[in-house]
């Protein structure tokens, strides 16, 4: 599975998306949604699966969790699965490594 550098850095990381914020990534073809929570740095899918709504919009809250910015579902950023109990998908979650190239995303 390809690997896509973020960031050359974890501090260049952190200054770009600070603590509880998004950031909308483009890798290869794809829109996603990267995290910043205390427990570290987690990758979805940008598009909720209710109804399409841009997850990078989206609040993350504590405990791992992100919730749609139009209906508040929320969703685990570990794993993706919904929480809210409205039977959504899950989001689709991407594997985030910190090397020696810097915060890397597998998808």
């Not at 699966?49 to 910015?69: E, F, S």
Request: net charge negative; hydrophobic share 35%; charged share 20%.
């Amino acid at each position: 599975m390809p690997q896509y550098v973020l960031f050359p850095t974890l501090a260049e990381a952190d200054e770009q998306v600070p603590l509880y914020a998004t950031a909308l990534i483009r890798a290869d073809k794809l829109e996603i949604c990267l995290t910043h929570t205390p427990e570290g740095f987690f990758a979805i899918s940008n598009e909720c699966t209710h109804q399409r709504a841009a997850m990078h919009k989206g609040r993350v809250l504590p405990d791992c969790k992100i919730q749609c910015p139009w209906h508040g579902y929320s969703f685990s950023l570990k794993n993706g699965q919904e929480l809210s109990g409205n039977g959504c998908p899950p989001l689709k979650t991407y594997p985030i490594t910190i090397s020696e190239k810097g915060l890397e995303i597998e998808l």
